[in-house]
């Protein structure tokens, strides 16, 4: 028989956190077979301090909710940390992530309650079936990004075939990016910010946010609010639009570009160029 996991939570003692414990990480837990509990809901005759130190050490998983940059949540963080337990964070609001934990994944689950629970369900179900695997650190340097199947490392070559029509038109190219994530924990992908940048005079692109970095360059960004499993894939296209017709034969040269990909610790800045290749269509 399987043993039965115990999930021991850290949380403000606050009333407008009991539906935070109740409807969204106490009913993950039971959908996931996880005993659940925080200190305040137990019978005990040791002081509090000394209890909360007895049931990190106990239990399997501790849930910590450090909302409100709490100094009690934090604490038993540190210490939770310090015995290697393995901590899942969440929080209402990135800004209340201190620096020194920023390296870590969270859940960021705002207002919805909803969220947090199927978030929750998820990383719960995935430390059931990998029991021997720790909750480790998020590292941006192992994330890899591909563009039409070319996987971007420095100074990548990629080449990109743009279909000519009648009269001097072409069809508009898009760009397929492929993110992977090649490791055997989760990447929280709410916590990186990834960016294309482009020549501003090549590239129009009106259905995604831009930024004007120069009068050479222009910055594409996208974001996203889901978590990349571990060997799991996703993606992001960019439609772009030749803006110079008066200068075709310029469209054909080669195009310096970059892929930054942020994070809370820094950034990983990757140059690429992109070579356009003409076929008629027929």
């Not at 939770?80 to 960021?108: C, S």
């Not at 072409?170 to 989760?186: G, K, V, Y």
Request: glycine fraction near 4%; proline fraction near 4%.
């Amino acid at each position: 028989m399987n043993k039965s996991l115990f999930s021991f939570v850290v949380m403000p003692f606050d009333k407008k956190f009991d539906d935070i414990y109740e409807v969204g990480i106490k009913q993950a837990c039971i959908d996931e077979n996880i005993y659940c509990e925080r200190v305040d809901k137990q019978i005990f005759k040791e002081n509090i301090l000394q209890r909360i130190y007895n049931q990190i050490n106990k239990a399997d998983i501790i849930i910590a909710d450090i909302s409100g940059k709490n100094p009690n949540v934090l604490y038993e963080v540190g210490y939770a940390h310090g015995v290697n337990a393995d901590v899942i964070l969440i929080t209402k609001d990135v800004e209340d992530i201190p620096f020194d934990l920023r390296i870590y994944q969270h859940i960021i689950y705002g207002d919805s309650i909803a969220k947090l629970k199927d978030e929750l369900v998820k990383r719960l179900k995935w430390r059931k079936d990998n029991p021997q695997k720790e909750n480790k650190i998020l590292n941006i340097e192992a994330i890899n990004v591909y563009l039409e199947g070319a996987l971007i490392m420095e100074n990548t070559n990629v080449n990109i075939t743009i279909y000519e029509l009648e009269h001097n038109n072409i069809r508009q190219p898009i760009l397929n990016f492929a993110i992977n994530n090649p490791t055997e924990f989760p990447i929280e992908l709410g916590s990186i910010k990834f960016a294309v940048v482009l020549p501003k005079d090549v590239f129009v692109d009106r259905s995604v946010e831009r930024a004007i970095l120069s009068n050479d360059e222009a910055q594409i960004r996208m974001f996203f609010e889901s978590t990349l499993w571990p060997q799991s894939w996703s993606s992001f296209h960019i439609g772009l639009n030749y803006s110079n017709f008066y200068d075709l034969g310029s469209l054909w040269e080669p195009k310096q570009c970059k892929l930054v990909i942020y994070s809370i610790f820094g950034k990983i800045e990757k140059p690429f160029t992109i070579n356009f290749i003409q076929e008629e269509r027929k």
